[in-house]
T-cell receptor, first 110, second 113 residues
Framework: GQQLNQSPQSMFIQEGEDVSMNCTSSSIFNTWLWYKQDPGEGPVLLIA?????ELTSNGRLTAQFGITRKDSFLNISASIPSDVGIYFC??????????FGTGTRLKVLA | EPEVTQTPSHQVTQMGQEVILRCVPISNHLYFYWYRQILGQKVEFLVSFYNNEISEKSEIFDDQFSVERPDGSNFTLKIRSTKLEDSAMYFC???????????FGPGTRLTVT
């Protein structure tokens, strides 16, 4: 079946550093979404991308929809301790079928 | 701010028993979803629901699972005969008509013993 691979799997960074993570697939998606999940809670939508090549920002977060429609990238600038959590990408295929990535676990060192 | 709510927060059941997980989606949303997340793993799509019928379902969503919108506010997931491997967090989500953005509830932790 369809699979989304995220890298890195986990990362430790210093507070104030910029963070980059990506999501790749062998399948084409028409929409990409990025979510953050804190322990014991549901995923929270960060950014939605609808067009190939689209670059969208939400505060310190910037995400891009890859030109091939098979990948997406998320950048976090000037990380802070509350950025800690698991970041998931999700691709939408078919009619409202969402495939989630494997997740990137972010840990921020103060 | 409107939010998706789920009950119960934790359900413990014995293998073979039926469970019903409940969700109240955001009131003006028309698309509804169930996902599951086994501890420490990724979020897995189960089913999407629109206009009182299933839009899409995954391979996980077999005959043991069913969904229903019994009234104007609730959206339920029923597991007919639970197995040990059904133990997971189950998340409900809802979304509007004109975008693919969806919003998740806090989840129900299902423990099958």
């Amino acid at each position: 079946g369809q699979q989304l691979n995220q890298s890195p799997q986990s990362m430790f960074i210093q507070e104030g550093e910029d963070v980059s993570m990506n999501c790749t697939s062998s399948s084409i998606f028409n929409t990409w979404l990025w979510y953050k999940q804190d322990p014991g809670e549901g995923p929270v939508l960060l950014i939605a991308l609808y067009k190939a090549g689209e670059l969208t920002s939400n505060g310190r977060l910037t995400a891009q929809f890859g030109i091939t429609r098979k990948d997406s990238f998320l950048n976090i600038s000037a990380s802070i301790p509350s950025d800690v959590g698991i970041y998931f990408c999700a691709g939408v295929s078919g009619t409202y079928k969402y495939i989630f990535g494997t997740g990137t676990r972010l840990k921020v060192l103060a | 701010e409107p939010e998706v709510t789920q009950t119960p927060s934790h359900q413990v059941t014995q293998m073979g028993q039926e469970v019903i997980l409940r969700c109240v989606p955001i009131s003006n949303h028309l698309y509804f979803y169930w996902y599951r997340q086994i501890l420490g793993q990724k979020v897995e799509f189960l089913v999407s629901f629109y206009n009182n019928e299933i839009s899409e379902k995954s391979e996980i969503f077999d005959d043991q699972f069913s969904v229903e919108r019994p009234d104007g506010s609730n959206f339920t997931l029923k597991i007919r005969s639970t197995k040990l491997e059904d133990s997971a967090m189950y998340f409900c989500a809802s979304g509007g008509v004109f975008s693919y953005e969806q919003y998740f509830g806090p989840g129900t932790r299902l423990t099958v013993t």
